[in-house]
């Protein structure tokens, strides 16, 4: 079992910036790569970013690229979604999970077996 809780969400203006943090314990944290998803209410949960075990590979939906990075810690357990130029669409429950797989299947959510129990973005206009 891997444990994930997830801190720093909040309310924001738009244009201001949020940085989410994702803190694992349990098994090896460096033999999962990590992805944050996010549910905007009324709307299914969706792919942010994701990570490779090591860190050297990114990956985002393309409406966040540019403005939101993922970046990871193993020394720390702990994985970072660094949200800048937040817009109001970008409101939602933010949730990070682990998976032992890459590629594409790291945009879909049945690849991931541990889930964090969300944090709450909220962008005002």
């Known amino acids: 079992q891997v444990q994930l809780v997830e801190s720093g969400g909040g309310l924001v203006q738009a244009g201001d910036s949020l940085r989410l943090s994702c803190a694992a314990s349990g098994r090896t944290f460096s033999n999962y790569a990590m992805g944050w998803f996010r549910q905007a209410p009324g709307k299914e949960r969706g792919f942010v970013a994701a990570?490779?075990?090591?860190?050297?590979?990114?990956s985002y939906v393309d409406s966040v690229k540019g403005r939101f990075t993922i970046s990871r810690d193993n020394a720390k357990n702990t994985v970072y979604l660094q949200m800048n130029s937040l817009k109001p669409a970008d409101t939602a429950v933010y949730y990070c999970?682990?998976?032992?797989?890459?590629?594409?299947?790291?945009?879909?959510?049945?690849?991931?077996?541990?889930w964090g129990q969300g944090t709450q973005v909220t962008v005002s206009s």
């Open positions: 999970a682990a998976t032992t797989h890459w590629g594409s299947a790291v945009r879909t959510e049945r690849s991931y077996d541990f």
């Open positions: 990570i490779t075990r090591s860190g050297s590979i990114t």
